[in-house]
């Protein structure tokens, strides 16, 4: 099954302590063939940008950066495989690692909201 990431919007559920992401933050996915974009916003960050591909297997791959509630440059790259639930939502589990503005790797799980 191909999924198609194009309007849909997700929020926080975890994180690991060395993230900013949380319950707060809403992303806002476009696709494009295979390309994903994204913005998001909410809780800790003020304004952040997704670029990046959707692989065969729907799992995504990505760079993202944002500006901070401290207005601080944060950049990264994700990974990220998605599961359908049985409401027809989609739960994605992230794995990530700051390359700029943070330190060290986390994982996340974001789902989609309706």
């Not at 998605?82 to 989609?90: K, M, T, V």
Request: hydrophobic share 25%; glycine share 12%.
């Amino acid at each position: 099954m191909n999924i198609n990431y194009h309007k849909r919007k997700f929020a926080g559920v975890t994180n690991t302590p060395n993230g900013q992401v949380n319950g707060d933050t809403i992303f806002n996915y476009k696709q494009k063939d295979n390309l994903l974009t994204a913005t998001y916003n909410g809780g800790r960050i003020e304004e952040g940008y997704i670029l990046g591909r959707v692989h065969d297997d729907n799992s995504l791959d990505f760079v993202y950066h944002h500006i901070d509630d401290r207005g601080h440059l944060r950049s990264g790259h994700c990974i990220s495989t998605p599961e359908l639930l049985p409401d027809g939502r989609i739960r994605l589990y992230e794995k990530w690692e700051w390359t700029y503005g943070g330190e060290g790797t986390g994982e996340s799980v974001v789902e989609e909201i309706k």
